[in-house]
Protein backbone atom coordinates (compact mmCIF):
# COMPACT_ATOMS: atom_id res chain seq x y z
CA UNK A 1 0.00 0.00 0.00
CA UNK A 2 2.08 2.75 -1.35
CA UNK A 3 0.25 5.53 0.25
CA UNK A 4 0.90 4.57 3.73
CA UNK A 5 4.88 5.77 2.77
CA UNK A 6 6.63 8.37 1.71
CA UNK A 7 10.27 8.15 0.03
CA UNK A 8 12.30 10.86 1.11
CA UNK A 9 15.50 11.44 -0.99
CA UNK A 10 18.86 12.84 -0.09
CA UNK A 11 21.73 14.71 -2.74
CA UNK A 12 24.31 11.93 -1.66
CA UNK A 13 24.38 7.92 -0.07
CA UNK A 14 26.57 10.20 2.78
CA UNK A 15 23.48 11.99 3.67
CA UNK A 16 21.12 9.22 3.51
CA UNK A 17 22.95 7.25 5.93
CA UNK A 18 23.05 10.67 8.36
CA UNK A 19 19.56 10.71 7.87
CA UNK A 20 19.75 6.74 8.74
CA UNK A 21 21.45 7.30 12.17
CA UNK A 22 19.22 10.68 13.00
CA UNK A 23 15.81 8.79 12.86
CA UNK A 24 17.37 5.60 14.42
CA UNK A 25 18.46 8.06 17.36
CA UNK A 26 14.82 9.39 17.71
CA UNK A 27 13.06 5.72 17.22
CA UNK A 28 11.03 6.43 14.32
CA UNK A 29 10.34 3.52 12.07
CA UNK A 30 12.43 3.77 8.51
CA UNK A 31 13.23 1.16 5.85
CA UNK A 32 16.66 1.95 3.55
CA UNK A 33 15.16 1.42 0.08
CA UNK A 34 16.14 1.91 -3.68
CA UNK A 35 15.51 5.15 -5.09
CA UNK A 36 12.64 4.99 -7.52
CA UNK A 37 13.36 5.61 -10.96
CA UNK A 38 11.57 8.60 -11.82
CA UNK A 39 12.93 10.79 -8.68
CA UNK A 40 16.24 12.40 -9.97
CA UNK A 41 18.98 12.27 -7.21
CA UNK A 42 22.39 11.73 -7.10
CA UNK A 43 21.82 8.72 -4.40
CA UNK A 44 20.66 5.19 -5.69
CA UNK A 45 19.21 4.94 -1.94
CA UNK A 46 16.61 6.46 -0.19
CA UNK A 47 14.35 6.28 3.12
CA UNK A 48 11.12 5.18 3.56
CA UNK A 49 8.68 6.56 6.35
CA UNK A 50 5.41 6.03 7.37
CA UNK A 51 3.10 8.76 5.93
CA UNK A 52 1.37 9.53 9.08
CA UNK A 53 5.24 10.34 10.38
CA UNK A 54 6.25 12.62 7.79
CA UNK A 55 6.16 16.09 9.08
CA UNK A 56 7.78 14.73 12.64
CA UNK A 57 10.45 13.41 10.36
CA UNK A 58 11.06 16.40 7.56
CA UNK A 59 11.46 18.70 10.64
CA UNK A 60 13.74 16.47 12.35
CA UNK A 61 15.88 16.58 9.27
CA UNK A 62 15.38 20.48 8.91
CA UNK A 63 16.63 20.86 12.33
CA UNK A 64 19.32 18.25 12.41
CA UNK A 65 20.64 20.21 8.89
CA UNK A 66 20.58 17.16 6.95
CA UNK A 67 19.70 18.43 4.00
CA UNK A 68 16.89 16.39 1.35
CA UNK A 69 16.11 17.05 -2.20
CA UNK A 70 12.18 16.20 -2.02
CA UNK A 71 9.30 13.50 -0.49
CA UNK A 72 7.25 11.55 -2.92
CA UNK B 1 59.12 -11.62 17.63
CA UNK B 2 59.39 -8.05 19.08
CA UNK B 3 58.05 -6.02 16.56
CA UNK B 4 59.43 -2.66 16.37
CA UNK B 5 59.24 -1.75 12.42
CA UNK B 6 55.53 0.09 13.46
CA UNK B 7 55.91 3.11 11.04
CA UNK B 8 55.86 0.91 8.58
CA UNK B 9 52.94 -0.71 9.49
CA UNK B 10 51.18 -1.20 12.89
CA UNK B 11 51.11 -4.43 14.94
CA UNK B 12 49.67 -6.31 16.43
CA UNK B 13 46.11 -4.21 15.76
CA UNK B 14 43.18 -3.67 18.49
CA UNK B 15 41.19 -7.01 18.52
CA UNK B 16 37.81 -4.82 17.69
CA UNK B 17 39.72 -4.14 14.08
CA UNK B 18 40.54 -7.60 13.23
CA UNK B 19 36.81 -8.31 14.31
CA UNK B 20 35.56 -5.79 12.55
CA UNK B 21 37.13 -6.43 9.52
CA UNK B 22 35.84 -9.99 9.82
CA UNK B 23 32.33 -9.11 10.63
CA UNK B 24 32.10 -7.00 7.50
CA UNK B 25 33.66 -9.47 5.34
CA UNK B 26 31.39 -12.16 6.06
CA UNK B 27 28.19 -9.93 6.17
CA UNK B 28 28.43 -6.92 4.71
CA UNK B 29 30.77 -6.80 1.91
CA UNK B 30 27.92 -6.41 -0.94
CA UNK B 31 29.22 -3.67 -3.08
CA UNK B 32 28.39 0.11 -1.50
CA UNK B 33 26.85 2.84 -3.34
CA UNK B 34 25.52 0.04 -6.81
CA UNK B 35 22.64 -1.43 -5.13
CA UNK B 36 19.65 -1.39 -2.71
CA UNK B 37 19.19 -4.61 -1.62
CA UNK B 38 20.37 -5.09 2.05
CA UNK B 39 23.65 -6.54 1.74
CA UNK B 40 25.01 -3.12 0.45
CA UNK B 41 23.04 -1.30 2.17
CA UNK B 42 24.91 -2.66 5.10
CA UNK B 43 28.53 -2.14 3.18
CA UNK B 44 27.19 1.41 2.77
CA UNK B 45 26.55 1.98 6.38
CA UNK B 46 29.68 0.29 6.93
CA UNK B 47 31.91 3.07 5.24
CA UNK B 48 29.37 5.49 6.56
CA UNK B 49 29.85 4.55 9.72
CA UNK B 50 33.98 4.56 8.98
CA UNK B 51 33.83 8.36 7.64
CA UNK B 52 32.27 9.22 10.79
CA UNK B 53 34.66 7.38 13.03
CA UNK B 54 37.38 9.62 10.94
CA UNK B 55 35.72 12.17 10.81
CA UNK B 56 35.50 12.12 15.33
CA UNK B 57 39.20 11.57 16.08
CA UNK B 58 40.32 14.34 13.85
CA UNK B 59 37.92 16.70 14.46
CA UNK B 60 36.41 17.47 11.21
CA UNK B 61 32.99 19.18 10.58
CA UNK B 62 32.25 17.82 7.16
CA UNK B 63 32.92 13.94 6.94
CA UNK B 64 31.57 13.68 3.46
CA UNK B 65 35.01 15.77 3.11
CA UNK B 66 37.22 12.75 3.62
CA UNK B 67 37.91 10.39 0.74
CA UNK B 68 38.89 7.41 1.57
CA UNK B 69 41.96 5.89 -0.53
CA UNK B 70 44.47 2.55 -1.08
CA UNK B 71 47.05 4.27 1.26
CA UNK B 72 48.47 7.65 1.99
CA UNK B 73 50.50 7.75 -1.09
CA UNK B 74 47.43 7.51 -3.13
CA UNK B 75 45.89 10.54 -1.03
CA UNK B 76 49.36 12.76 -1.37
CA UNK B 77 48.69 12.36 -5.01
CA UNK B 78 45.54 12.90 -5.48
CA UNK B 79 45.76 16.44 -3.75
CA UNK B 80 49.30 17.14 -5.33
CA UNK B 81 48.59 16.38 -9.03
CA UNK B 82 44.61 17.35 -8.58
CA UNK B 83 45.64 20.37 -7.37
CA UNK B 84 49.05 21.67 -8.80
CA UNK B 85 49.07 23.33 -12.43
CA UNK B 86 52.14 23.64 -14.85
CA UNK B 87 53.25 27.35 -14.38
CA UNK B 88 52.58 27.47 -10.32
CA UNK B 89 54.70 26.94 -7.42
CA UNK B 90 54.84 24.38 -4.68
CA UNK B 91 56.94 24.76 -1.53
CA UNK B 92 58.04 21.37 0.15
CA UNK B 93 60.79 20.37 2.54
CA UNK B 94 64.45 18.13 2.12
CA UNK B 95 62.34 15.81 4.61
CA UNK B 96 59.76 14.76 2.59
CA UNK B 97 59.21 10.84 1.65
CA UNK B 98 58.96 10.04 -2.22
CA UNK B 99 55.07 10.08 -1.71
CA UNK B 100 55.76 13.77 -2.47
CA UNK B 101 58.80 14.22 -3.64
CA UNK B 102 58.12 11.76 -6.92
CA UNK B 103 54.64 13.09 -7.37
CA UNK B 104 56.21 16.79 -7.42
CA UNK B 105 59.02 15.36 -9.42
CA UNK B 106 56.69 14.27 -11.98
CA UNK B 107 54.72 17.81 -12.16
CA UNK B 108 57.91 19.38 -12.23
CA UNK B 109 58.55 17.91 -15.75
CA UNK B 110 55.06 19.28 -16.68
CA UNK B 111 56.46 22.60 -15.82
CA UNK B 112 55.47 23.11 -12.50
CA UNK B 113 58.00 24.44 -10.31
CA UNK B 114 59.05 23.09 -6.44
CA UNK B 115 61.32 24.69 -3.78
CA UNK B 116 62.34 22.38 -1.25
CA UNK B 117 63.05 24.06 1.62
CA UNK B 118 65.70 22.85 3.86
CA UNK B 119 65.37 21.72 7.63
CA UNK B 120 68.25 21.18 10.03
CA UNK B 121 70.24 18.26 10.12
CA UNK B 122 68.11 17.14 12.98
CA UNK B 123 65.18 17.52 10.90
CA UNK B 124 63.97 20.89 12.39
CA UNK B 125 61.84 23.05 9.81
CA UNK B 126 61.59 26.88 10.42
CA UNK B 127 58.33 28.01 9.31
CA UNK B 128 59.96 31.56 8.60
CA UNK B 129 61.65 29.35 5.40
CA UNK B 130 58.23 28.34 4.40
CA UNK B 131 57.33 31.56 4.39
CA UNK B 132 60.08 33.08 2.83
CA UNK B 133 59.69 30.63 -0.28
CA UNK B 134 56.19 31.27 -1.05
CA UNK B 135 55.85 33.26 -4.20
CA UNK B 136 53.18 35.08 -6.20
CA UNK B 137 52.50 31.86 -8.43
CA UNK B 138 52.37 29.65 -5.01
CA UNK B 139 49.76 27.45 -4.89
CA UNK B 140 50.36 24.66 -2.44
CA UNK B 141 52.42 24.22 0.59
CA UNK B 142 53.52 20.61 1.21
CA UNK B 143 54.38 18.87 4.20
CA UNK B 144 55.40 16.38 6.21
CA UNK B 145 54.07 16.32 9.98
CA UNK B 146 56.96 14.61 10.75
CA UNK B 147 59.56 12.46 9.02
CA UNK B 148 59.09 8.76 9.00
CA UNK B 149 63.05 8.49 8.81
CA UNK B 150 64.37 11.25 11.78
CA UNK B 151 60.43 11.52 13.13
CA UNK B 152 60.95 15.37 14.10
CA UNK B 153 57.71 17.09 14.66
CA UNK B 154 57.13 20.24 12.24
CA UNK B 155 55.31 23.13 14.12
CA UNK B 156 52.58 22.83 11.65
CA UNK B 157 50.82 25.65 13.05
CA UNK B 158 53.02 28.18 12.13
CA UNK B 159 53.42 27.00 8.82
CA UNK B 160 49.52 27.03 8.37
CA UNK B 161 49.47 30.56 9.66
CA UNK B 162 52.23 31.59 7.39
CA UNK B 163 50.96 29.78 4.22
CA UNK B 164 47.19 31.27 5.02
CA UNK B 165 48.85 34.66 5.08
CA UNK B 166 49.66 34.31 1.34
CA UNK B 167 46.31 32.63 0.71
CA UNK B 168 48.17 29.10 0.00
CA UNK B 169 46.88 25.89 1.36
CA UNK B 170 48.66 23.23 3.24
CA UNK B 171 48.52 19.69 2.57
CA UNK B 172 49.76 17.61 5.42
CA UNK B 173 51.39 14.02 5.49
CA UNK B 174 50.09 12.90 8.47
CA UNK B 175 51.73 9.34 7.73
CA UNK B 176 53.93 9.17 11.15
CA UNK B 177 51.82 11.56 13.18
CA UNK B 178 47.86 10.24 12.37
CA UNK B 179 46.27 8.68 15.28
CA UNK B 180 49.49 9.37 17.48
CA UNK B 181 49.59 13.02 17.54
CA UNK B 182 46.56 14.87 17.81
CA UNK B 183 45.54 16.34 14.84
CA UNK B 184 42.69 18.77 15.21
CA UNK B 185 41.94 19.94 11.31
CA UNK B 186 39.11 22.32 12.13
CA UNK B 187 41.19 24.17 15.31
CA UNK B 188 44.20 24.03 12.70
CA UNK B 189 42.57 25.58 9.61
CA UNK B 190 44.03 22.58 7.54
CA UNK B 191 43.16 22.55 4.09
CA UNK B 192 44.30 19.00 2.93
CA UNK B 193 45.23 16.14 5.48
CA UNK B 194 46.76 12.64 3.91
CA UNK B 195 46.52 9.91 6.19
CA UNK B 196 47.36 5.99 5.99
CA UNK B 197 45.29 3.92 7.31
CA UNK B 198 47.71 1.03 8.52
CA UNK B 199 49.66 2.65 10.53
CA UNK B 200 48.79 4.51 13.85
CA UNK B 201 45.18 4.34 12.82
CA UNK B 202 45.77 0.79 12.91
CA UNK B 203 43.42 -0.11 10.03
CA UNK B 204 44.68 -2.87 7.51
CA UNK B 205 46.47 -2.21 4.86
CA UNK B 206 44.91 -0.93 1.29
CA UNK B 207 43.43 1.74 3.57
CA UNK B 208 44.03 5.66 3.71
CA UNK B 209 42.27 8.63 2.96
CA UNK B 210 42.37 12.46 2.13
CA UNK B 211 40.62 14.74 3.84
CA UNK B 212 39.87 18.28 1.60
CA UNK B 213 38.91 21.05 3.06
CA UNK B 214 35.72 23.11 1.42
CA UNK B 215 37.89 25.75 0.11
CA UNK B 216 40.12 23.43 -2.10
CA UNK B 217 39.17 21.96 -5.24
CA UNK B 218 40.66 19.20 -7.04
CA UNK B 219 40.96 18.14 -9.84
CA UNK B 220 39.72 14.12 -9.92
CA UNK B 221 42.94 12.04 -10.86
CA UNK B 222 40.98 9.02 -11.03
CA UNK B 223 37.96 8.27 -13.27
CA UNK B 224 35.39 5.69 -13.35
CA UNK B 225 32.37 4.40 -11.55
CA UNK B 226 30.37 5.90 -8.50
CA UNK B 227 27.05 4.06 -8.30
CA UNK B 228 25.88 7.97 -8.49
CA UNK B 229 24.78 10.50 -11.26
CA UNK B 230 25.29 6.94 -13.96
CA UNK B 231 23.77 8.79 -16.69
CA UNK B 232 26.60 11.08 -16.84
CA UNK B 233 30.26 10.49 -18.34
CA UNK B 234 31.44 12.85 -16.01
CA UNK B 235 32.54 12.72 -12.62
CA UNK B 236 29.94 13.89 -10.35
CA UNK B 237 30.78 17.33 -8.31
CA UNK B 238 29.85 16.67 -5.12
CA UNK B 239 31.71 14.42 -2.56
CA UNK B 240 33.13 12.14 -1.87
CA UNK B 241 31.86 10.50 -4.81
CA UNK B 242 33.72 13.01 -7.30
CA UNK B 243 37.20 11.68 -5.50
CA UNK B 244 35.92 7.81 -5.09
CA UNK B 245 35.76 6.14 -8.62
CA UNK B 246 36.01 2.20 -8.51
CA UNK B 247 35.15 -0.34 -5.94
CA UNK B 248 35.84 0.39 -2.05
CA UNK B 249 37.87 -1.87 -0.01
CA UNK B 250 34.99 -1.89 2.63
CA UNK B 251 35.84 -4.47 4.92
CA UNK B 252 39.17 -2.34 5.18
CA UNK B 253 37.59 0.73 5.81
CA UNK B 254 35.41 -0.53 8.13
CA UNK B 255 38.52 -1.92 9.77
CA UNK B 256 39.96 1.63 9.95
CA UNK B 257 36.95 2.91 11.19
CA UNK B 258 37.13 0.62 14.40
CA UNK B 259 40.85 1.71 14.40
CA UNK B 260 39.86 5.62 14.92
CA UNK B 261 37.48 4.22 17.18
CA UNK B 262 39.43 2.03 19.54
CA UNK B 263 41.86 5.62 19.71
CA UNK B 264 38.90 7.54 20.79
CA UNK B 265 37.94 4.96 23.31
CA UNK B 266 41.62 4.69 24.80
CA UNK B 267 42.41 8.44 24.34
CA UNK B 268 45.13 9.63 22.44
CA UNK B 269 47.27 11.96 24.82
CA UNK B 270 47.47 7.87 26.58
CA UNK B 271 48.54 6.55 23.14
CA UNK B 272 50.87 9.35 22.81
CA UNK B 273 52.18 9.58 26.40
CA UNK B 274 53.20 5.34 26.36
CA UNK B 275 54.98 5.84 22.79
CA UNK B 276 56.72 8.86 24.11
CA UNK B 277 57.86 6.55 26.95
CA UNK B 278 59.13 3.86 24.94
CA UNK B 279 61.00 5.77 22.81
CA UNK B 280 62.37 7.94 25.43
CA UNK B 281 63.51 4.76 27.03
CA UNK B 282 65.02 3.51 23.60
CA UNK B 283 67.01 6.64 23.08
CA UNK B 284 68.58 6.99 26.26
CA UNK B 285 69.31 2.63 26.08
CA UNK B 286 70.81 3.53 22.74
CA UNK B 287 72.88 6.49 23.85
CA UNK B 288 74.33 4.56 26.34
CA UNK B 289 75.78 1.28 24.05
CA UNK B 290 79.68 3.04 23.05
CA UNK B 291 79.60 3.82 19.31
CA UNK B 292 76.12 4.96 18.80
CA UNK B 293 75.08 7.50 15.95
CA UNK B 294 71.52 8.23 16.87
CA UNK B 295 69.72 10.96 14.72
CA UNK B 296 67.16 13.40 15.38
CA UNK B 297 66.07 16.06 18.51
CA UNK B 298 66.60 14.90 22.08
CA UNK B 299 63.36 15.84 23.45
CA UNK B 300 61.11 12.49 22.60
CA UNK B 301 57.87 15.01 22.74
CA UNK B 302 59.29 16.61 19.98
CA UNK B 303 59.56 12.96 17.75
CA UNK B 304 56.90 11.05 16.47
CA UNK B 305 58.06 7.57 17.45
CA UNK B 306 60.85 6.93 15.22
CA UNK B 307 64.00 6.53 16.22
CA UNK B 308 67.10 6.29 14.02
CA UNK B 309 70.92 5.30 14.47
CA UNK B 310 73.73 3.82 13.29
CA UNK B 311 76.59 1.52 14.86
CA UNK B 312 79.73 3.37 14.09
CA UNK B 313 82.00 1.92 15.89
CA UNK B 314 85.65 2.74 15.84
CA UNK B 315 86.83 2.08 13.02
CA UNK B 316 84.06 2.01 10.32
CA UNK B 317 80.58 1.87 10.54
CA UNK B 318 78.16 -1.34 10.21
CA UNK B 319 76.03 -1.71 7.05
CA UNK B 320 71.98 -1.31 8.02
CA UNK B 321 71.17 -3.83 6.54
CA UNK B 322 73.31 -6.27 8.21
CA UNK B 323 72.57 -4.85 11.67
CA UNK B 324 68.84 -5.44 10.63
CA UNK B 325 69.95 -9.18 9.75
CA UNK B 326 71.13 -9.70 12.78
CA UNK B 327 68.82 -8.13 14.96
CA UNK B 328 66.04 -10.34 13.33
CA UNK B 329 67.58 -13.43 12.93
CA UNK B 330 69.48 -13.67 16.24
CA UNK B 331 67.40 -11.91 18.35
CA UNK B 332 63.80 -11.89 16.69
CA UNK B 333 63.63 -8.15 16.33
CA UNK B 334 61.64 -6.95 13.07
CA UNK B 335 63.21 -3.42 12.24
CA UNK B 336 63.68 -1.22 8.90
CA UNK B 337 66.90 -0.77 7.44
CA UNK B 338 67.96 1.66 4.49
CA UNK B 339 67.22 4.78 3.14
CA UNK B 340 63.41 4.15 3.99
CA UNK B 341 62.01 5.44 0.73
CA UNK B 342 63.12 9.09 1.47
CA UNK B 343 66.52 10.13 0.30
CA UNK B 344 66.12 13.77 0.82
CA UNK B 345 65.50 12.89 4.67
CA UNK B 346 68.92 11.03 4.70
CA UNK B 347 70.72 13.76 2.87
CA UNK B 348 69.15 16.03 5.24
CA UNK B 349 70.59 14.21 8.69
CA UNK B 350 73.71 13.26 6.91
CA UNK B 351 73.57 9.50 6.33
CA UNK B 352 72.97 9.31 2.53
CA UNK B 353 73.21 6.94 1.16
CA UNK B 354 74.55 4.46 4.25
CA UNK B 355 71.22 5.03 5.15
CA UNK B 356 70.36 3.76 9.25
CA UNK B 357 69.22 1.47 10.93
CA UNK B 358 65.23 2.40 12.31
CA UNK B 359 63.05 1.62 15.39
CA UNK B 360 59.27 2.31 15.50
CA UNK B 361 57.54 1.48 18.92
CA UNK B 362 54.08 1.41 18.77
CA UNK B 363 51.25 1.46 21.16
CA UNK B 364 51.25 -2.28 21.81
CA UNK B 365 54.97 -2.53 22.48
CA UNK B 366 56.45 -2.77 25.85
CA UNK B 367 59.65 -1.54 28.30
CA UNK B 368 60.53 -5.09 28.11
CA UNK B 369 60.43 -4.96 24.10
CA UNK B 370 62.54 -1.92 24.54
CA UNK B 371 65.04 -3.09 27.01
CA UNK B 372 65.50 -6.28 24.84
CA UNK B 373 66.16 -3.94 21.71
CA UNK B 374 68.35 -1.58 23.24
CA UNK B 375 71.09 -5.19 24.66
CA UNK B 376 70.69 -6.92 21.06
CA UNK B 377 72.20 -3.56 19.58
CA UNK B 378 74.82 -3.58 22.41
CA UNK B 379 75.40 -7.01 21.38
CA UNK B 380 76.03 -6.16 17.98
CA UNK B 381 77.86 -3.07 18.36
CA UNK B 382 80.46 -4.98 20.72
CA UNK B 383 81.59 -6.71 17.88
CA UNK B 384 81.73 -3.52 16.10
CA UNK B 385 84.74 -2.59 18.18
Known amino acids: MPDDFKIIVFKTTYLTFKAERALKKAGIAYKIVTKPRDISSDCGLAVRVDAADLEVVTAFMNDGGIEFIGVW | ?385
Open chain 2, 1 to 385: MIYLDNAATSHPKPEAVYRRVDDVLRHASANPGRAGHQMAVEADRAIFEARESVARLFNIKHPDRIIFTPNATAALNLAIKGLLKPGEHCVTTAMEHNSVTRPLKFLAQLGAEVDKVQPSPKGVTDPFSIKAAIKTNTTLVAVTHASNVIGTITPIGEIIEAAHARNVPVLLDAAQTAGSVNIDVEGLGLDLLACPGHKCLYGPQGTGFLYIAPSVRLKPILYGGTGSRSDMDTMPDFLPDRYEAGTLNTPGIAGLGAGCEFIVSEGIARIRSHEVALCKRLMEGLAGVPGMKLYGVDDPWARASVVSFNIIGNVEGMDPASVGDRLDSEFGIAVRVGIHCAPDAHKTMGSYPTGAVRMSPGYFNTAEDIDKAVEAVAEIARGAR
